[in-house]
């Protein structure tokens, strides 16, 4: 008996437990090894794909016959990258998911390209991304542009800033805020994540910002990364159930806030953040406040659970609060 | 049919070639494809259900098997849905010894594992498998399952171009 008559279930069985450079070596065996690994739903669920920076697309390699899910692009500069993203994807129309763009310079209308090519996108990132409005098309319909994605339930933005600063030094504008105004008033989004950083958050209009917010009609869980400036001035989501922020440090006369979200917010973490609220006597107004004022049901900080399932899981913070 | 009584009454089994075996019943029931025929047994019980006939399955890997179910027969068996998600590369001792036979006696208790519905031990074998695949390269991977390379030069140059950006996150 040979490996190779064994049933091709068991053969895909084995290559399932190799790993990426193993399984390429694989594919290189036989062709019926071959055609086992490229036929197989079983592997690459991630994928990853890079653009080569020549605008060559003929040089282009063709996408595996595998149902693809999870897919990372990086590098669209040029309308003809999307034109053929957009062809490639054409067979993959309903099983593609996930979507994350990094380093993205493209107007929208290549992206709209790009999406419409699928059916049920569910995921969308956008890591270091820049979208322009294509100039070439009737003013008046731009400005009111948004992407049409009716399956879309989780949006997230990262953005680097060195990477960008000297363009957006030139632009005076934030990309992320163009990101997000192509997605005003969306219906659809249950989770929201975005990354600030220094610099981005200079031009970062926070009235604008929670506006935005507030115009997702269906967001439940938000997330707030590298926050390290007040960003959170003005009302916003008042039926946010989960919300997620790093690294905090200016907080102060802007925990009230919170208050706007005691009805629907169930689930707090804070990761990374200058409070300490297991520093009792340092933060006890931020303690106090978060376990008297707000009706949570979980609160994090690090990962520790203080509140779990509404009851207050912390020993110290519980004697705390007895003994006030 | 009562699985969980405390005694563990004999079960014999026959193998394609004819050899009859004795097990227990508690180890037999580690194969998911032998637990399905005596669910459905019915009147008369396991004590006279006589020996189960097993066509795909030769006298020596049935001997392997048999050593294999006997050795776990009570350690709890996880269903193949855990196995699916299994990344630990921990083995037990006794397994990896175990595992220690010349390829053809590997395929055959590979067949027979999948035949009979041992997740467990389909794992561990197809496992042992990857492990020889792992770390080397085409040429050697040939040599070693002996494989005859049915590319021509030019068709494997295109198919190593078409997957040499296969990077998994």
Partial sequence: ?324 | MDIDRPSDPQVSVVSSDGTMFHTTLKSILLSGTIKDMIEHIGEGGVENMGAIPLQNVDSKTLEIVIKWIEHHKDNIQPTSEEIKDKTADFIDPWDENFLEMDLDKLYNLITAANYLNIPQLLWLSTRKIAMLIKNRTPQEIRSLFNIEDDWTPQEIEAVQKENQWCEEK
């Fill in chain 1, 1 to 324: 008996m040979s490996i190779n008559n064994l049933p091709t279930g068991i053969l895909e069985h084995i290559f399932s437990y190799l790993d990426n450079q193993s399984m390429q070596d694989a594919i290189s065996v036989c062709k019926l090894w071959e055609q086992i690994i490229g036929n197989s739903s079983k592997f690459m669920k991630k994928f990853k794909f890079q653009l080569p920076s020549s605008t060559n697309c003929q040089e282009i390699v063709k996408f595996p016959k595998i149902p693809l899910k999870n897919i990372r692009i990086k590098h669209i500069k040029d309308p003809l990258h999307a034109e053929f993203i957009a062809d490639a994807f054409k067979d993959y129309k309903s099983t593609i998911e996930s979507l994350e763009f990094s380093h993205l310079h493209a107007d929208n209308k290549m992206l709209t390209n790009i999406f419409n090519s699928i059916d049920n996108l569910k995921e969308l990132s956008f890591n270091c991304a820049i979208i322009n409005l294509n100039t070439s098309g009737t003013g008046d319909d731009d400005k009111n542009f948004r992407f049409n994605l009716p399956n879309l339930r989780s949006l997230s933005i990262y953005t680097n800033f060195c990477v960008n600063a000297c363009r957006w030094q030139a632009m005076k504008e934030d990309p992320a805020e163009k990101i997000l105004s192509y997605f005003w008033n969306n219906q659809t989004i249950e989770t929201f994540s975005i990354q600030f950083y220094g610099g981005h958050a200079y031009y970062f209009n926070t009235r604008i910002f929670c506006a935005f917010l507030n115009s997702l009609k269906n967001l439940k869980h938000l997330i707030l990364l590298s926050c390290n400036k007040s960003l959170i001035e003005f009302p916003f989501s008042l039926g946010l159930q989960k919300l997620e922020i790093d690294s905090l440090y200016y907080f102060d006369g802007h925990i009230e806030l919170l208050l706007y979200l005691k009805d629907s917010l169930k689930e707090l973490r804070l990761v990374q953040t200058t409070y300490n609220p297991r520093n009792y006597k340092k933060e006890k107004p931020l303690i106090k406040f978060i376990i008297d004022k707000l009706n949570l049901e979980n609160f994090y900080v690090e990962d520790i659970p203080i509140i779990l399932n509404g009851k207050i899981q912390d020993a110290a913070v519980k004697d705390f609060i007895v003994n006030e």
